[in-house]
């Protein structure tokens, strides 16, 4: 790297006391705790989560329970990460220079990481990992299992990864500053390290994947119709939320480029457009959450969210006693569901100031995600319990108790 302090690359403060590689594989570790929690919960309410995703059941008693070896990949992840960053704080003390000589660190532990993932070893949950990198490897190109072989579970990862669509796309610029010549991945994040549109390309891959399942499904309920599914309506509409997050990126992508010249609208139009996009994604996503995912009864007709058989805009068969909890969901996923919109947008990175905020929204989405899935799981099991919501498929019948009003 040069010496010419004119033409090092610049630090911003808060990458100073955590670089971007660190904030990556931090959200990548809590998510993996984030799925222990959900596992160990629902299991206490006797949701049979495995059985729903299609996972091989325990061949024996004295084996631990999932989330028992969810929770120890989850420290096994943890405590490399603590020391690492603790070494990191340690030799730079806060000196520009030397964060910027040691992106050692923090990539080696992102290597860590993935070796952790992909290693074959039997003490380190490997059968999990092993299904989570099936199911990867599957959905990675639009796939969608059939029923019994884990449609669930694929639908699943994939609503996850749309949840980490900015932190795969940092993933990717905190690769290319590491093989840079003219910075390193510790210096202030490079959001257009590979191109202008790289990075909105990436970011919109989850979104990809979540489409094309919204069709395979389409198709499949054409193929088959039958009463009980419908013409497959449901799913069209499924693919429409996800084809609503692409106008957001694109014109994110557009606005970081903007050139008078070449535009046929003024950069005000331009975000004002961007911002009737976001409303558009966040609100039809919202409504999707609560009405499909989570079959409540807020948006339905009068007469079903007031049906005395439940409390109001909620439905009747339930496992969260406290009606409290739907509520706060319904409440906080509407407020976290618009902040990660503007997420979305790459140009956010201009502002220098906004490092620490972007981190912490990434992590309020990752919060957001868990808080869903405690509700879709519980949703997906009362379906094959009570019966699908309209235009619905089947995954299977699962035994359980189930509380109602």
Known sequence: MDDDPA???????FSLVLPLPYRVAIIIVLGVWAWGLNLHYLHLLKIDVPALIRYPARQAQHH???????????????????????????????????ALSWQILPQSYLLFLAFCIIAPVKRMSRSGRLHFLSTLKRISVGGLAEVQDGKFGDILLADVLTSYAKVLGDLFVSTCMAFSRKTTSTAKPDRGCGGAYLVPLIISIPSIIRLRQCLIDYLRVRRNRTVSTGWGGQHLANALKYSSAFPVILLSALQRGYDPATFHMSETGLFRLWLFCVFLNSFYSFFWDVAKDWDLSLFSSARERNDPEHP???????????????????????????TWSYKLSPHLDHFNDLEGAIFLMELAEVARRWMWIFLRVETEWVRNNRGPAPDDVLLGDFGGKVDED
Do not use: K, M, Q
Not at 70 to 98: D, H, I, K, M, Q
Not at 320 to 338: K, Q, S, W
């Open 7 to 13: 033409v090092e690359p610049e630090v911003d403060a």
């Open 312 to 338: 109001y805009g909620l439905r009747r068969y339930r496992y969260f006693h406290p009606r409290e909890v739907y509520y706060t969901a319904i409440v906080v996923d509407l407020l976290l569901r618009c």
């Open 64 to 98: 631990v329970p999932h989330h028992y070896s969810t929770y120890r990949l989850a420290t096994l992840l943890s405590l490399p990460l603590v020391g690492s960053l603790l070494l990191f704080w340690l030799v730079t003390r806060g000196n520009v220079e030397a």
